[in-house]
């Protein structure tokens, strides 16, 4: 025995028995960070074994590197690259806990975008065991600061190095090869990143990332017009015929989009402490002139608001990887919702408490064709005023009503509120519901932010009610993506009493809310599947504007024909039959796995799922649609808008005409704002 330890304390004494002693340490943490931080969803001897195999290539090949130099050079080289993939680690830890998915290059890209108030979020998540992935660089500099191990200067034979580099790429050769015989076209389809991550691991996700991203960039370099012709074949083959009860039943109405902040389809009608969460939502879900929506989910990816709002006015699905809006919003052509109305005569506007670069906006409007953007410096700010990312719901609600009552009729108006945002916190003085207590901080206040924000929505559709524009309104309200990730399985359990939370219950909890309000409207609950993705081809029918000739990847909620198939980004789906989350088909009925569906069933629908997400990738990676011109739709030229406020201002002054037709210009040019009642403590 004292031979074995002797021979391996001068192994270890090697530098090629340090990188040996590295990478064991690494891959030990590694699969500690991926069985107890990430949710890979690792099934099976195979899947297993690669787990554990595939941290080990690349950092032998990183760790290797220190071989080739001479001295202490090689040690400090190796520390540093460790400390660095372990920041690397850390942070995905981080980001997966709250968004179930990696950092990528574009999402870091467009981090300034998002940066606004995070400190607080990345406060509230972090956990002790975190900091364990540093464990291991810990080790190394204890054991070689107390000359436990020694360093080695001695000149390696260049035969060592390159042995161990060659080793290192055969073993991921071997690692690609058996996990794509486990898992066929693993690179090539879309497929959710945790697939990567599991089969290949975190750095070789990383080195995939990159080489997608830099060839998206080539792709729309190269792309050409011809390159829409199998898109527009697909459009044309797989139109849905609106429901003709419906078209134009709003023509020429107002429209309000209400964007409820992670509000989940769950909240409405839960009552937690013996009342209800959201009384005002819910009483505008039961109403006669509402239709609801209750089998309507969100289907974002990492851009999550940004996501649901490209799918919400564009009919487009948001990215595998980062934002849509911060990545090509800029530079993009779109047949966004604000320029299609515009043409239609609507005024067009967006109001959001917050800083406008946040999601690149202040860019990506312009392309979409708003009129108006009103963001944080058209608003009064005090720091009692703000919550997170934004101006609490209360106050940006009726501030805004200043801007509403200037805006020409027929107007399109999208509010954006975040009070119901991540960390979910909310100061005293607002709360007027008990937190709940699962324990869980991340979900505890959940109800209490939901419950402000429903009060802020009552607020302001009793204003619409005292001013009389709910009689000539349409109201949209939708929940942009889930509140509480499928990180909170156990919490999730107590909140709905489903004992054993598992994948397809997170399924099916992404519902969100899908109401669209009006006075005289048929009403009713809906239980039609469908998503964010269908939202602007309802909401045109409604208006009476035909998307017969538009790139739209949604259809009709209301159509009888409408295909009940709802893709999430990361290729799953939900439909009224079968629910798909990673390789397992469960039965949507009873929630089981189900063994009897066929393997044609199962290729149809996910062939239907995978081709509209690559298409949908392809008219934005391309820029495709600046090769479209369809009928009916003038380009949106960027540089004819100007969100600067003073000019925002001179152009609502030009509008308050005697001939006018905002609700200001309609009352003699006496504002109504004395109408607005709010309980904001901030403002009394």
């Not at 999550?304 to 934002?323: I, Q, R, V």
Request: glycine residues 6%.
């Amino acid at each position: 025995m004292k031979r074995i330890f002797k021979g391996l304390s001068n192994f270890l004494n090697t530098r090629l028995g340090f990188v040996i002693l590295a990478v064991v340490l690494y891959t030990i943490k590694t699969i500690y960070a991926y069985t107890t931080k990430f949710n890979l969803g690792v099934k099976g001897s195979m899947q297993t074994f690669l787990m554990v195999l595939n941290p080990i290539p690349v950092m032998l090949l990183l760790f290797g590197i220190a071989l080739y130099m001479k001295g202490r050079k090689s040690y400090i080289f190796l520390l540093i690259i460790d400390f660095l993939d372990s920041v690397w680690l850390f942070s995905n830890i981080l980001y997966y806990r709250e968004f179930s998915d990696f950092l990528t290059m574009i999402l870091i890209k467009g981090s300034g975008a998002v940066s606004n108030n995070l400190g607080k979020s990345i406060l509230g998540i972090v956990k002790p065991t975190d900091f364990l992935v540093f464990l291991d660089v810990l080790i190394l500099i204890l054991l070689l600061s107390f000359k436990v191990i020694r360093m080695d200067v001695k000149r390696l034979k260049w035969r060592i190095p390159v042995l161990v580099s060659c080793l290192a790429v055969l073993l991921f050769g071997a690692n690609l090869t058996l996990a794509q015989s486990d898992r066929s076209g693993l690179l090539t389809r879309t497929f959710d990143n945790n697939y990567i991550v599991k089969y290949l691991g975190l750095n070789a996700f990383n080195v995939y990332d990159v080489i997608k991203t830099t060839k998206t960039s080539a792709v729309k370099a190269q792309s050409k017009s011809s390159d829409l012709d199998s898109i527009k074949k697909y459009m044309k083959d797989n139109y849905v015929t609106p429901n003709a009860e419906y078209t134009g039943v709003a023509k020429g109405k107002n429209v309000f989009i209400i964007h409820l902040e992670s509000f989940q389809q769950y909240l409405i009608d839960y009552k937690w402490d013996g009342q209800e969460v959201t009384p005002n939502l819910n009483k505008i879900y039961h109403q006669n002139d509402t239709l609801s929506f209750d089998n309507f989910f969100n289907q974002v990816g990492q851009g999550k608001t940004a996501d649901a709002e490209l799918m919400l006015e564009n009919s487009l699905f948001g990215l595998p990887e980062g934002s849509a809006m911060v990545t090509d919003g800029t530079s993009n052509t779109f047949q966004a919702a604000p320029a299609i109305l515009d043409q239609h005569g609507y005024t067009t506007a967006s109001f959001h408490g917050d800083v406008p670069s946040f999601w690149n906006r202040d860019n990506t409007y312009k392309s979409w064709g708003y009129d108006y953007f009103f963001s944080s410096s058209y608003y009064k700010q005090k720091k009692s005023y703000n919550i997170g990312y934004g101006m609490k719901d209360k106050i940006f609600l009726k501030d805004s009503a200043a801007y509403i009552q200037q805006l020409p009729q027929p107007f399109y108006a999208k509010l954006i509120t975040v009070t119901n945002h991540y960390p979910y916190t909310l100061d005293k003085k607002n709360q007027s519901i008990s937190k709940t207590d699962t324990g869980d901080s991340t979900v505890d206040g959940y109800v209490q932010t939901a419950r402000y924000l429903d009060q802020a929505i009552g607020e302001f559709m009793a204003w619409l009610q005292a001013t009389g524009l709910d009689k000539n309104s349409m109201v949209v309200f939708y929940g942009d993506h889930y509140g509480i990730s499928d990180n909170h399985k156990k919490a999730m359990a107590k909140i709905t009493g489903i004992k054993d939370f598992d994948d397809f219950d997170n399924a099916q909890y992404q519902r969100v809310p899908f109401m669209i309000h009006m006075d005289g409207l048929k009403g009713g609950i809906n239980h039609t599947y469908g998503g964010e993705i269908d939202v602007l081809p309802t909401l045109l029918n409604l208006l009476g504007v035909d998307d017969s000739n538009m790139i739209q990847f949604g259809s009709d909620l209301l159509s009888p024909d409408h295909p009940q198939t709802v893709a999430f980004r990361n290729g799953d789906f939900v439909t009224p039959t079968v629910t798909k989350v990673g390789s397992t088909y469960y039965n949507t009925k009873n929630g089981k796995v189900d063994k009897k569906i066929s393997a044609q069933e199962k290729s149809k629908l996910s062939n239907k799922v995978t081709t509209e997400l690559s298409l949908s990738d392809r008219v934005i990676n391309g820029d495709l649609l600046r090769f479209y011109n369809p009928e009916g739709f003038t380009k949106v030229n960027k540089k004819d808008y100007n969100y600067k406020k003073s000019h925002a201002l001179a152009e609502l002054k030009k509008a308050r005409t005697k001939n006018g037709t905002s609700l200001l210009a309609q009352n003699d040019n006496k504002s109504l704002l004395d109408l607005y009642q709010t309980d904001a403590p901030e403002l009394k």
